[in-house]
């Protein structure tokens, strides 16, 4: 007795798990990786100082022309031809047919017909985009003077942007630079700012000795990329470095009583 009221307890047990298990699959959401069957998969990242825009589309299939609706034709009434006795014709005179010489003809072979289907195709592309490169300038051009600011700036814009179409999306790039400057002398400066002339000079160094100096800015690139309203990061940094070599010299020396 005791099996089988611990039965008949167990049977509803199992019928309602079980409902609740199907429903669950029947309203699961189709994993991420599904979306970029029917939709376009789309990558931005930085490769060798590079900007790689990938694109990936499956199962595009080619839209069939619609078919234009044929004219309906209306039948007119045949008109009655009344039948007139034929003529009778002379018999033409017989002439001997020559037999065919094989040896002239030539045989043509009749071309394949072969019919094409048009079915799904996977669209897969791969963009490079370069970053520009900047030239330093600095003031004074020549004749830099110990213990005299030099003012250092570059011709690198605020902000990077393009518009890249790719397998029949539009994809936005946009990148920002930041500087990192060593002026030759063991000092170094790091800014967002790619600075400027006089008066409005924003980079600036003072050299106690003189001599020749190797000046080096890299420049660091990092930004976004915007699909269909989604902004995202871009994956990885894209460094250019300039270089560029001033002459520091002594200034003039005063005696002074």
């Not at 699909?227 to 020396?253: C, D, E, Q, W």
Request: hydrophobic residues 40%; proline residues 8%; glycine residues 6%.
């Amino acid at each position: 007795m005791s099996h089988l009221i611990l039965r008949k307890r167990l049977i509803p047990i199992i019928l309602i798990s079980s409902v609740v298990l199907i429903s669950s699959l029947l309203h699961a959401q189709p994993a991420q990786a599904a979306n970029c069957v029917s939709k376009a998969c789309i990558d931005v990242y930085t490769q060798d100082g590079q900007i790689i825009i990938e694109g990936r589309k499956s199962g595009v299939a080619k839209p069939k022309p619609t078919p234009k609706p044929k004219p309906t034709l209306v039948q007119k009434p045949k008109p009655i031809v009344k039948l007139m006795p034929k003529p009778t014709r002379k018999p033409k005179a017989t002439t001997a047919i020559k037999p065919l010489n094989r040896a002239k003809v030539k045989l043509v072979p009749r071309k394949k017909v072969v019919s094409k289907v048009t079915s799904g195709v996977s669209l897969n592309d791969r963009l490079v985009k370069l970053l520009p490169t900047a030239s330093i300038a600095r003031q004074p051009a020549a004749n830099a003077i110990v213990n005299v600011p030099v003012i250092y700036w570059c011709d690198l814009p605020k902000v990077f942007t393009t518009k890249v179409a790719i397998v029949g999306e539009v994809v936005d790039v946009t990148m920002h630079p930041s500087f990192l400057w060593s002026f030759g002398d063991g000092s170094f400066f790091a800014t967002t700012k790619a600075g400027a002339a006089f008066p409005q000079q924003e980079i600036s160094h003072t050299y106690s000795q003189a001599g020749t100096y190797l000046v080096v800015m890299v420049a660091t690139w990092g930004g976004t990329w915007t699909h269909n309203g989604v902004v995202r990061a871009i994956t990885g940094k894209v460094r250019k470095v300039s270089l560029a070599t001033i002459s520091v010299a002594n200034g003039p020396t005063r005696l002074i009583q």
